[in-house]
Each structure stands twice: as structure tokens, then as C-alpha cells.
């Protein structure tokens, strides 16, 4: 086992790459729930689809949470060590990101102006939806935005942890 991790790798840089595979592991189990809900709104299963969403979004907010702490304990990337190519991936990832968190914030904040207007005026969520269209337009078009969005940064956290991988052990 030793003989696979390149000498430039040291335990701190071992711990980063064990953090960003656990983080790894969180944004894809919630990509699959968030992609689970899409298709569970399809199905006209308001319930289920809340149910996937609100899980999405709080392995999300865990990560958010846990973020801080991985930067206290184990500081930054090095990205003066990173090959050009791993770095624009990295800031493409980043930009996913953000947009994924603004617009899945707007869509939890549609959904619940929507559920508040369901209660004030005791009508099903289909016909409360239907009172205000602009609102579920728009929560519709940010859950959409964010969906594509997580699905951008799975894809480019992909290549970023195999250049983590890379420049940690040697295959």
C-alpha cells in the first residue's frame, strides 16, 4: 500500500482527498434524490417529490455545514501544485455550485410561499399551485436550473477528484 502514494503525499493531503470523496459520495446521493424527485413531480406525486427535494437539499446543507470545519482542520488546496487542466475544472465546478445552491434556495422559497398560500386558504396544493402560476412557474424554473445544475457539478467534481487521485497515488 505505501508504495502507491507518490512521496509528494502526505497525511494532510490524504485526509483532503478522503474529505472530497466523502463529499463526493454526499453530492451524488443527492443529485440521485433530487433526480428522483424530478421524476416523481411527473408522476404527479407532490408529496414524494417533496420528500426527495428537502432530502437533496439537506445532504447539501450538511456539506455546506461541514465545509468550514474542513478548512479550519485541514486548510485549503495548493492549487499552484494543481495542472492547469484540474483548476478550470475546478472553477467550473465551483460556478455549478453556486448557481445550484441560489436557485435550489429559490425553489425551497417558492415551494414555501406555495404551502403557506395552501394553508391560509385550506385548498389542495394543486389548486393552491393553480392560484398563483408566476409562483410555480418560477419555482418550477429554478428547480430545473438546480437539477442542471448539480447534474454540472457531479460531472466536473468527477474530474476534480481523479486529479486529487492523481496527484496523490500512483496507479
Known sequence: MDELLKSAAGPMELAKVTYWTFAFGVLLAAVVCAISGVRQIRR????????????????????????????IFMGREVLATWNSFYVTALRVHESFIAVMLVTTALALWNAHVLNLRQARDGHAGAIAAAKVPSRLRLHRRCGRIAVIAAVGSIATASAVLYGMYDRVVTF
Do not use: E, N
Open 44 to 71: 404527479a406525486d407532490v408529496l414524494g417529490h417533496r420528500r426527495q427535494m428537502l432530502r437533496a437539499s439537506a445532504l447539501i446543507a450538511a456539506f455546506v455545514v461541514s465545509y468550514p470545519f474542513k478548512l
